[in-house]
């Protein structure tokens, strides 16, 4: 049960933040040819980039948040927990404090350690927010909302692996105000859906801050609050934040 709740609680963390993108390996895919609906879209996800910063997102080298989150199964229930990442390029450092069991997870560029066995976390660049930072590269769909959202003010990112995320768009600042994702961990599906309450500027880029997200997993609704008490962008990152130790 443990393991269960930890692995839950690490899906919704990494769904949840932005993460610097990592470089499509898909070469071999052609740009995505756009019209109609898609080219209205893919406008739209423009404007939404330069709403969260600009090129100074897009550009965005480094990440760090340090923050709080409160999760609940139940009303009676609810599970503190601090987490910290660490972005840089195509590395990354996940860590989950929490009272039933913590976790640490590292990519190096190469490899992913993590300190639970057999367990590692979806890729972290292929969907939520970070997602807009691929807008443009080849492989990266941007369409136009499923017919459930249709009548929402938004688009759709897909990967070359096929993760999606759905945007929805704040009509008065023209930034995300929530999004949902669908995904398989584990042999597991999984839908996550996140309103975001505030975002920060952090050197020119607008990062949330706080935010709250609905988890299901298997017929189980997981709700979270989540806070981050530090941002930093673009800040040194050192190799050795890389480095799996004990």
């Known amino acids: 049960?443990?393991?269960?709740?930890?692995?839950?609680?690490?899906?919704?963390?990494?769904?949840?933040?932005?993460?610097?993108?990592?470089?499509?390996?898909?070469?071999?895919?052609?740009?995505?040819?756009?019209?109609?609906?898609?080219?209205?879209?893919?406008?739209?996800?423009?404007?939404?980039?330069?709403?969260?910063?600009?090129?100074?997102?897009?550009?965005?080298?480094?990440?760090?948040?340090?923050?709080?989150a409160d999760v609940s199964g139940t009303p009676s229930q609810v599970i503190p927990a601090t987490f910290v990442f660490v972005h840089s390029g195509e590395k990354y450092r996940v860590e989950i404090v929490n009272p039933l069991q913590s976790l640490k997870q590292i990519y190096d560029g190469e490899q992913t350690f993590s300190s639970i066995n057999g367990f590692s976390l979806p890729p972290?660049?292929?969907?939520?927010?970070?997602?807009?930072?691929?807008?443009?590269?080849?492989?990266?769909?941007?369409?136009?909302?499923?017919?459930?959202?249709?009548?929402?003010?938004?688009?759709?990112?897909?990967?070359?692996?096929?993760?999606?995320t759905d945007f929805l768009i704040n009509e008065k600042t023209g930034q995300i105000k929530s999004f949902e994702s669908s995904y398989e961990v584990n042999g597991m599906m999984v839908s996550t859906a996140v309103d975001i309450d505030k975002v920060r500027d952090v050197n020119g880029v607008l990062i949330p801050e706080s935010y709250a997200q609905r988890f299901e997993l298997r017929g189980m609704t997981i709700y979270s609050n989540f806070k981050a008490k530090e941002i930093l962008v673009n800040s040194e990152v050192k190799d050795d934040v890389f480095v799996m130790s004990n």
Do not use: C, W
């Not at 499509?24 to 406008?43: H, M, P, R």
């Not at 769909?141 to 003010?153: D, G, I, M, Q, R």
């Open 124 to 164: 972290l660049n292929r969907m939520g927010l970070q997602l807009l930072q691929k807008i443009g590269e080849s492989g990266f769909v941007v369409s136009a909302l499923p017919e459930k959202l249709k009548k929402k003010k938004g688009f759709r990112i897909t990967s070359p692996e096929g993760y999606y």
């Open 1 to 68: 049960m443990k393991k269960y709740f930890s692995l839950i609680l690490t899906a919704i963390l990494a769904v949840s933040v932005y993460a610097q993108a990592v470089a499509s390996n898909q070469s071999n895919n052609s740009t995505n040819a756009v019209s109609g609906a898609d080219a209205a879209s893919l406008e739209l996800a423009k404007a939404t980039i330069q709403a969260h910063g600009g090129d100074k997102f897009k550009n965005m080298k480094t990440l760090i948040i340090r923050g709080t």
